[in-house]
């Protein structure tokens, strides 16, 4: 009896193991997020909340210096890619001789487009500062140069932000020229 015991108790243990395995996985692929459901070659970029939300993001709209922007990228259909938090986009406009030489394929007339997730921990990236030209993360206050394709200013993030490059639609709407230049979401802690 004490066998079957040590079986059955082997059995649990082996659940619970089999079940953590199954959740990680489960995880990491809700962490990582469809790939339809991030932006794509073809979207246009609209506001994404506030009193404009799902107005067309347009050059006229983003001033430089003017303040930072989130956007969703909706599919030709009109369908707003929002099945993943790592869909969500933010907008900042420079002067474009301040864009760096690496990033300018990726910017339109100084406007760049990066995720909005942290690669510390995956907080919403939500400050901008005219001054300094960095974003910044208030959850632990990591700082990137969107001009420098994401460059990680001021840690504890150790990963730059993704650059979703951009191209410029009819009447100078904003258009996603590409995919994200790395997966979006948190990195090495």
């Not at 919403?124 to 990137?144: A, P, Q």
């Amino acid at each position: 009896m004490a066998r079957a015991g040590e079986r059955a108790q082997g059995l649990d243990r082996r659940s619970v193991m089999m079940g953590a395995v199954a959740c990680c996985a489960v995880g990491n692929a809700a962490y990582a997020g469809p790939e339809d459901a991030l932006p794509q070659k073809g979207d246009r970029l609209v506001i994404g909340d506030g009193a404009k939300a799902g107005q067309p993001v347009t050059l006229e709209g983003l001033p430089v210096g003017g303040e930072l922007v989130e956007a969703v990228a909706v599919d030709a259909q009109g369908v707003k890619r929002e099945g993943s938090r790592f869909a969500k986009i933010i907008l900042v406009r420079v002067a474009p001789d301040e864009v760096a030489e690496s990033q300018r394929a990726h910017a339109v007339d100084g406007v760049l487009a990066l995720s909005a997730i942290c690669t510390h921990q995956g907080c919403t990236i939500s400050g901008w500062s005219h001054e300094t030209k960095r974003l910044s993360c208030f959850c632990h206050h990591s700082e990137f140069l969107p001009a420098e394709g994401g460059r990680v200013a001021k840690g504890p993030a150790r990963k730059r932000l993704p650059v979703l490059p951009l191209a410029k639609g009819e009447g100078g709407t904003l258009m996603v020229a590409g995919g994200f230049t790395a997966k979006p979401g948190p990195g090495p802690a």
